[in-house]
């Protein structure tokens, strides 16, 4: 396997299996020019992720795959963006979306449901897309979402924790 090193500004020197880097053919979306990234896990007990660009040391965002607060997420892809990523019927995907959290607010974070991350998990290529449907949006409440569906989480949940984690290694 080959590796390659990145020098983030958030996490130090990361060491990364060049099969885990994952292709934008067009960026993302205010990025364009930024194609190569990873996914890093930092903690395993978290749902959240960081989408590391092997570009730009200092650009990072946190992300999560939806299925962890709305399991019935189902966005449609259309044509065009299956056609760019090389998706059929079989084809396994990932999907992320972007996660916005407010600074010391972590109960007020939000999730990009109308721009998600589609990923090719055969070819490891990657898209933003956007998603037309009006049960969707670009904040949607990740905390509401969780209260919602789980009445356990009105008691409490450890993602406002992890997220605030999240939200402090953004911030170094």
């Given at each position: 396997m080959t590796k390659t090193c990145i020098d983030s500004t958030r996490f130090g020197r990361i060491e990364v299996d060049e099969e885990a880097v994952i292709t934008f053919s067009e960026g993302l979306f205010g990025f364009e020019g930024y194609r190569r990234f990873v996914v890093l896990c930092l903690d395993e007990k978290s749902p959240?992720?960081?989408?590391?660009?092997?570009?730009?040391?200092?650009?990072?965002?946190?992300?999560?795959?939806?299925?962890?607060?709305?399991?019935?997420?189902?966005?449609?892809?259309?044509?065009?963006?299956?056609?760019?990523?090389?998706?059929?019927?079989?084809?396994?995907?990932?999907?992320?979306?972007?996660?916005?959290?407010?600074?010391?607010?972590?109960?007020?974070?939000?999730?990009?449901?109308?721009?998600?991350?589609?990923?090719?998990?055969?070819?490891?290529?990657?898209?933003?897309?956007?998603?037309?449907?009006?049960?969707?949006?670009?904040?949607?409440?990740?905390?509401?979402?969780l209260m919602k569906r789980q009445p356990e989480a009105r008691e409490g949940t450890d993602a406002g924790t992890h997220a605030q984690s999240e939200s402090e290694h953004r911030n170094r």
């Open positions: 959240f992720r960081w989408l590391q660009s092997m570009e730009e040391p200092g650009l990072a965002f946190v992300v999560i795959e939806p299925r962890h607060f709305m399991p019935d997420y189902a966005p449609t892809i259309s044509d065009a963006d299956a056609e760019a990523l090389g998706l059929d019927a079989d084809t396994p995907t990932l999907t992320f979306v972007i996660v916005t959290i407010p600074p010391g607010k972590p109960e007020q974070m939000t999730a990009n449901l109308m721009g998600p991350i589609i990923i090719n998990a055969v070819t490891r290529t990657a898209r933003q897309v956007v998603v037309e449907d009006d049960c969707y949006s670009t904040k949607h409440s990740i905390l509401q979402e």
